[in-house]
């Protein structure tokens, strides 16, 4: 069975940091595009950031380009998102997602919330 | 980037009820469009990919059409489990994902 589990979120001050972390199992990680999706809450679904299988390729919404950055750890299994430089509009939930020609397998996300 | 808009953004509806949903991409994507359903508290679930293909485990009500920049979701007898909120979604290229902004469907 395909699991997904997200960890790292919480409560930071405006120009801080977080690193999310996504834990994947049941299935060939090292095969796999992996995503991060969030969702501000009450608003809808907004893409994040994708990375390549091998981590050589890695692609984000203009709005967190400079600012995040994805990466994996293919050898254990884990997706990751340093986010730094954070601002209040970018309080969400931050979901892991599998990229298999479509978005497949989704976790429950982690909740960051942003203070000013 | 391709900018993807959904209409209605609300739809009443009863159980029993054809309901359509339609989402417009702002260039061709080819059939590069995915609908999923999501409930107030869970991930969201594909339904569709490649604008026309059910995934494995829908229930076959749910039908995707269109190709280029037009395209819409219909299910053919609404059922008490479907009240939710529906997104499209492009997935023209590698580098760049774009959701549309959602359809509630809700209770008549």
């Known amino acids: 069975e395909v699991q997904l589990v997200e960890s790292g979120g919480g409560l930071v001050q405006q120009g801080g940091s977080l690193r999310l972390s996504c834990a994947a199992s049941?299935?060939?990680?090292?095969?796999?595009?992996m995503s991060w999706v969030r969702q501000a809450p009450g608003k809808g679904l907004e893409w994040v950031a994708n990375?390549?299988?091998?981590?050589?390729?890695?692609s984000y919404v203009d709005s967190v380009k400079g600012r995040f950055i994805i990466s994996r750890d293919n050898a254990e299994n884990s997706l990751y998102l340093q986010m730094n430089s954070l601002r209040v509009e970018d309080t969400a939930v931050y979901s892991c997602?599998?990229?298999?020609?479509?978005?497949?397998?989704w976790g429950q996300g982690t909740l960051v919330t942003v203070s000013s | 980037d391709i900018q993807m808009t959904q209409s209605p953004s609300t739809l009443s509806a009863s159980v029993g009820d054809r309901v359509i949903i339609t989402c417009r991409a702002s260039?061709?994507?080819?059939?590069?469009l995915a609908w999923f359903q999501q409930k107030p508290g869970k991930a969201p679930k594909l339904l569709i990919y490649?604008?026309?293909s059910l995934q494995s485990g829908v229930p076959s009500r749910f039908s995707g059409s269109g190709s280029g920049t037009e395209f819409t979701l219909t299910i053919s007898s609404l059922q008490p489990d479907d009240f939710a909120t529906y997104y499209c979604?492009?997935?023209?290229?590698?580098?760049?994902?774009?959701f549309g902004p959602g359809t509630k469907v809700d209770f008549k």
């Open positions: 997602a599998r990229y298999n020609n479509n978005f497949d397998y």
């Open positions: 049941g299935f060939t990680f090292s095969s796999h595009w």
């Open positions: 990375i390549k299988p091998d981590g050589s390729e890695k």
């Open positions: 260039q061709s994507i080819n059939s590069w």
């Open positions: 490649k604008s026309s």
């Open positions: 979604q492009q997935y023209n290229s590698y580098s760049s994902f774009t």
